[in-house]
């Protein structure tokens, strides 16, 4: 292993560990030191710091070194297009009535029975990001992409694990509801009562984010690496 991804796989495991760290065991205490607001700062600094880490150790290891399989065909690009659509409708329905985001209506609507893209998972975001990072292993399996999608994998699944239990602790029989009633792991016929709205703004978001793929990473992706 050369240094360069030895140094990314330790800017992943540090972009990781402190957000595991801070959202759970640490978050007490440092909240008693600083308060809210100087937490929120915290966790701010500490993740775009290790992110920025992250970005440019991906950057200083070798582009195409060493792929496990040539993801280069038709049928893979493919299937990745595939999924990048589903990620891209669950990241739009994400953000309507949403009770795992920071909102003081959140225990209000864990009562509620499921709508749009809840149909599907209860994280609806955190699945998006996992959709995302499989999507582009299955095009890029080097060893850089390899470290880089398993640490944002792990961090969104583990991550909506974790909090599930927070959310328990906080928001008890709400959110207990909102878990009998949804699933964790993702129900894809429920994409077919997701509503116009989530599919709607996925198409959007699908064609435009697959449309700059080429000006920000150099590689014409989705339906442009076919009519482009």
Request: proline residues 6%.
């Amino acid at each position: 292993m050369d240094n360069a991804l030895a140094n990314l796989i330790a800017a992943a495991v540090a972009f990781v560990g402190t957000h595991f760290a801070l959202s759970h065991p640490l978050r007490g205490a440092v909240v008693r030191v600083v308060g809210d607001k100087g937490f929120q700062a915290v966790y701010s600094l500490v993740a775009l710091g290790t992110f920025a880490w992250m970005a440019m150790a991906f950057r200083a290891v070798t582009p195409d070194a060493g792929p496990l399989w040539d993801g280069r065909g038709n049928v893979i690009w493919g299937a990745a297009t595939a999924l990048m659509l589903v990620s891209s409708v669950l990241l739009a329905g994400s953000f309507f009535g949403n009770p795992a985001l920071p909102d003081p209506r959140a225990a209000a609507l864990a009562t509620k029975a499921p709508h749009g893209v809840f149909h599907v998972t209860r994280h609806p975001m955190m699945w998006a990001i996992a959709l995302w990072s499989g999507a582009h292993l299955l095009v890029s399996p080097t060893p850089r992409v390899i470290v880089l999608t398993l640490a944002v994998g792990v961090l969104a699944l583990v991550g909506s694990h974790m909090q599930d239990r927070k959310k328990e602790a906080a928001m008890g029989e709400a959110w207990q509801g909102w878990e009998a009633r949804t699933s964790f792991w993702p129900r894809l016929g429920g994409l077919a009562k997701a509503g116009a709205v989530p599919w709607i703004g996925g198409i959007v978001l699908w064609l435009l984010g697959s449309w700059a793929h080429v000006w920000l990473a150099y590689i014409p992706a989705g339906l442009w690496r076919w009519i482009g």
